[in-house]
């Protein structure tokens, strides 16, 4: 009785059968397979078409499995972006992107903003800041989000949390454009708190 399954067989058999159930045999036709090469013949073999609705539950999802890289572009999506101390210091001058432009025909949906305000050891000095706001593409852009004062947030000595959330009136949005966070009249001076901000978004195919 053979020992193992040749390559040449197992190609054949793989490319006949793309989802294997229980053991293969066969005889030795040109040498036994090494792990590498066994992984790379399996990989791929079990395709979309040969599962069944609804045959992969939840408790068959590994814990955090599904990133929002893996989603359909059009479903919620989130994203983890740090805002240093450096760049809350010229906000003004150079808002902080979000997410990045998605690409020509595409446009970004803003769902909502929340930001996590790391006390570190000096307030910043508001000065004449104005509003917090989401924005498309730069200060001068559409408004997405609603507004936070800088007041009350950015001068804050204790850790503090805000959220910025859809705005309510009627935007025309813009293709292919990012999200970006925007502070009105001037950026804050001193300072050394960092931001901790997590976005969530949707892209929109436009079909044109």
């Known amino acids: 009785?053979?020992?193992?399954?040749?390559?040449?067989?197992?190609?054949?058999?793989?490319?006949?059968?793309?989802?294997?159930?229980?053991?293969?045999?066969?005889?030795?036709m040109s040498g036994f397979l090494s792990k590498t090469?066994?992984?790379?013949?399996?990989?791929?073999?079990?395709?979309?078409?040969?599962?069944?609705?609804?045959?992969?539950?939840?408790?068959?999802?590994?814990?955090?499995a599904i990133t929002s890289p893996k989603l359909d572009e059009s479903a919620v999506q989130y994203a983890e972006v740090e805002i240093s101390a450096a760049e809350i210091l010229d906000l003004f001058a150079t808002p902080k992107e979000l997410v990045a432009a998605p690409g020509a025909g595409k446009l970004l949906e803003f769902i909502s903003l929340l930001l996590a305000y790391d006390w570190g050891t000096v307030a910043y000095t508001i000065g004449t800041a104005g509003d917090l706001q989401v924005k498309y593409t730069d200060g001068s852009g559409v408004a997405v989000s609603t507004t936070r004062a800088a007041t009350g947030f950015l001068d804050a000595v204790a850790d503090t949390l805000s959220s910025l959330d859809k705005l309510e009136a009627t935007v025309e949005p813009e293709v292919n454009a990012p999200l970006v966070l925007t502070i009105a009249t001037a950026s804050p001076t001193a300072g050394d708190s960092p931001i901790h901000a997590r976005v969530a978004y949707r892209v929109h195919a436009t079909g044109l």
């Not at 009785?1 to 293969?24: H, W």
């Not at 599962?51 to 539950?57: H, I, N, R, S």
């Open 1 to 28: 009785m053979a020992k193992g399954i040749g390559k040449t067989e197992l190609e054949s058999i793989l490319a006949s059968y793309p989802r294997m159930v229980g053991s293969l045999r066969g005889t030795n």
């Open 37 to 64: 090469e066994l992984e790379g013949l399996v990989t791929g073999s079990v395709l979309t078409a040969d599962l069944d609705d609804l045959a992969v539950t939840t408790p068959k999802v590994g814990p955090a």
